[in-house]
């Protein structure tokens, strides 16, 4: 078992609302591993749209994000993907 | 039939005038009951059968859109789609049947109570998703109980639809052919999803009208009038002439401004001006567009340090930018350096001395903290290869602090190049805004490639007045002749020069100066994208040479009321109803 740690920075400017969580969602639940996003000491499973809309992260906040399962390096790959290109915004 | 007036919220303007079309939205009572322990597979099973009929009914809602005006509607049917699948819901719903042994409408009902309660409702954010967890609780209730869930039918086209509140479901359905006239509903906020797509759509919408769906009926007339916030119910026909008759004038100005959009600024003796943008994010660049804007006159970059932690890195910068140019597409862009300092500082830091406005501000600041400017200026650098960037340094004093950016500048991009990075050295300009660079212009115009004008400061540090605070606020003259007096030298200075030069403060997007400005012979106006078509407007039916006139006359008068006097009256003389809705003297900022 595998268990990945890594930061990211949400670089869009209206931040990790309603429609990039869904694209979050979408993602995380492709893979087998547990997915999770920590914020500020609240910790939400990256495969629940209610959890990962509570983060409520802003333009400049760090998420910290953990996959771990037999396919942990993917799920974090494809979790990288979605962050970096700023839920496909600007 | 008496007419009855209600006021809700303006959310999205323009008016209507149609016959209503009521969608019934109630609200279905939730039963509660104990079941005994053999039925509960059989309640998870009808959970399943439920969810599943919701995933493939709000697909049917996403296939009928699709291709339409559907980008903003999709985003939350999706948003409400993943919710459906939510392990916080299902398998706490799926808990509740088995160990309390309740029937699965009540247990759905519990959890979504359960969800919403994390999202705080008096947050603008998590009432919306609390809204639309609503909705997706009540679609799965609905279905386990056979009850219709989506608006079925297809109002007639021109309808005004009036309901008592409308899911984003149910608003993609009604309006994504955009047949439908205008929008009523008793709930709501001007920023529910329902107002932001009416606007998106550019359908007149009233929202939290009350209980205007329970004052009409089917066919009945009804009035919106979105930009106002009111609804009038069977109108008499003199309302309803009234109304029709002010739709039309209004749909006949739009028309108007919307054919100025693709026309230049220019006046009827030939002066062509550049009409730009003030933005201070890339989000604003459609709408810039759409107004006709021919580039960005300034765009403010201290908004990248806002709402965040860490100081932006070179990258974020050099990202942010390019976007912005590949987004305006080959017109120019005007950066402006950071205007930081004063009340602007990043989170974490703050200016303690008695006077932040004479203080550590803009180009004074970024001269003091080298590590942060040489950041963005090799941003700039570096984004100047892929489009029209020019940059701008504000609140310059003097010559010595415009060499000293200039000399970073360089530096920057001397750096740049021998590590072997696509870079241009962009059109170098600056901020007059202070009295002291007015005074100086002829000599600053020498170093630099334009000047640019930035009233609002220049105003406030001529004569001296705070306009935010409020016993002084009143000798805020933007008329005033020395400010009249500073502006025309600058501008005879960079003309002399023969440099650029352009207005970015809120005079230049106040139709009432336009005439003024171009008296002075301005080059380009830089103001928010909205006020680009009035202006515009004032400028293609003017000459430069009655503009010269006015300047010439107001600058033999005195007093800033004076001025203000002869300037409005002349305005009002020449074009006729121009000024009506700018309701004070002042500048309208928007």
Not at chain 2, 4 to 11: D, F
Not at chain 2, 29 to 37: D, E, G, L, Q, V
Not at chain 2, 224 to 230: A, C, H, T, W, Y
Not at chain 2, 307 to 322: A, F, N, Q, S, V
Request: charge should be negative; proline fraction near 4%.
């Amino acid at each position: 078992m595998e268990r990945l740690e890594r930061t990211f920075t949400v670089v869009n400017s209206l931040g990790l609302h309603a429609r990039p969580a869904a694209m979050v969602v979408q993602t995380a639940n492709r893979f087998r591993s547990d997915v999770h996003f920590e914020k500020d000491g609240l910790q939400i499973n990256a495969k629940s749209i209610m959890g990962v809309l509570t983060l409520a992260a802003a333009k400049g906040s760090s998420v910290i994000v953990t996959c771990e399962g037999q396919d942990a390096a993917a799920a974090m790959a494809a979790i990288a993907k979605v962050f970096e290109s700023g839920f496909g915004e600007r | 039939m008496a007419s009855t007036t209600l006021q809700g919220l303006p959310a999205s303007p323009g008016i209507a005038v149609g016959r209503c079309w009521t969608v019934d939205r109630r609200r279905v009572r939730t039963p509660r009951r104990n079941i005994a322990a053999e039925e509960v597979e059989a309640e998870l099973h009808r959970l399943e059968s439920a969810i599943e009929l919701s995933v493939r009914q709000l697909d049917g809602v996403r296939a009928k859109i699709q291709g339409a005006e559907g980008a903003e509607h999709l985003a939350i049917i999706e948003v409400h789609r993943a919710m459906l699948r939510d392990p916080s819901l299902v398998d706490e719903s799926r808990r509740l049947v088995r160990e309390e042994q309740i029937n699965v409408e009540w247990a759905v009902k519990r959890t979504i109570r359960k969800i919403k309660g994390a999202f705080d409702p008096d947050d603008e954010f998590f009432r919306e998703r609390r809204s639309d967890v609503d909705y997706v609780g009540e679609r799965i209730v609905k279905n386990l109980l056979g009850h219709g869930v989506d608006v079925a039918e297809t109002p007639p086209p021109g309808s005004i639809v009036v309901a008592r509140d409308l899911s984003p479901a149910d608003t993609a359905l009604l309006f994504h052919d955009r047949k439908v006239a205008g929008l009523v509903t008793d709930a709501g906020g001007i920023t529910s999803h329902t107002a932001i797509v009416a606007r998106a759509l550019e359908i007149p919408a009233v929202v939290g009208a009350g209980r205007a769906s329970a004052s009409v009926e089917r066919g009945d007339w009804v009035v919106v009038d979105g930009g106002r916030g009111v609804v009038v119910v069977n109108p008499s026909a003199g309302e309803r002439a009234d109304y029709e008759a002010a739709r039309i004038r209004q749909m006949e100005r739009e028309a108007e401004l919307a054919r100025l959009k693709d026309l230049p600024a220019e006046t009827v003796d030939g002066v062509r001006l550049r009409m730009v943008g003030n933005i201070e994010f890339g989000e604003e660049v459609p709408g810039l567009l759409s107004h006709g804007g021919e580039g960005v006159g300034l765009y403010r970059t201290e908004f990248l340090f806002m709402g965040r932690d860490e100081l932006p890195t070179e990258e974020d910068h050099y990202r942010d930018y390019r976007a912005i140019l590949e987004a305006m597409g080959g017109r120019p862009v005007t950066v402006r350096t950071f205007d930081l300092g004063g009340d602007k500082l990043p989170s974490g830091q703050k200016d303690h001395s008695e006077n932040p406005a004479l203080g550590l501000r803009a180009v004074r600041y970024c001269l003091r903290h080298p590590e942060l400017f040489h950041a963005q200026l090799r941003a700039a650098v570096r984004a100047a290869a892929h489009g029209n960037l020019r940059l701008m340094f504000p609140m310059v004093s003097g010559v010595a602090e415009v060499r000293a950016a200039k000399w970073m500048l360089a530096e920057a991009f001397e750096e740049v190049v021998a590590q072997g990075i696509p870079a241009r050295m962009p059109p170098v300009g600056i901020m007059v805004e202070l009295p002291s660079a007015a005074v100086v212009a002829d000599r600053l115009a020498q170093e630099v490639d334009f000047l640019s004008i930035g009233t609002n400061d220049l105003i406030q540090y001529t004569i001296g007045v705070d306009r935010q605070n409020k016993d002084v606020a009143y000798l805020y003259k933007p008329l005033h002749l020395a400010v009249l007096r500073m502006l025309k030298s600058i501008t005879d200075a960079a003309r002399a020069a023969g440099k650029s030069v352009s207005m970015c403060g809120e005079m230049a997007g106040e139709p009432l100066y336009t005439l003024v400005l171009l008296g002075l012979g301005l080059d380009e106006l830089s103001m928010n994208g909205p006020s680009i078509p009035l202006v515009k407007r004032v400028i293609r039916s003017a000459s430069a040479r009655e503009g010269r006139e006015l300047l010439d006359r107001i600058l033999g008068l005195n007093t800033a009321d004076d001025i203000e006097r002869t300037v409005r009256s002349e305005m009002t003389r020449r074009f006729p109803g121009l000024l009506e809705g700018s309701a004070s003297v002042g500048p309208v900022s928007g």
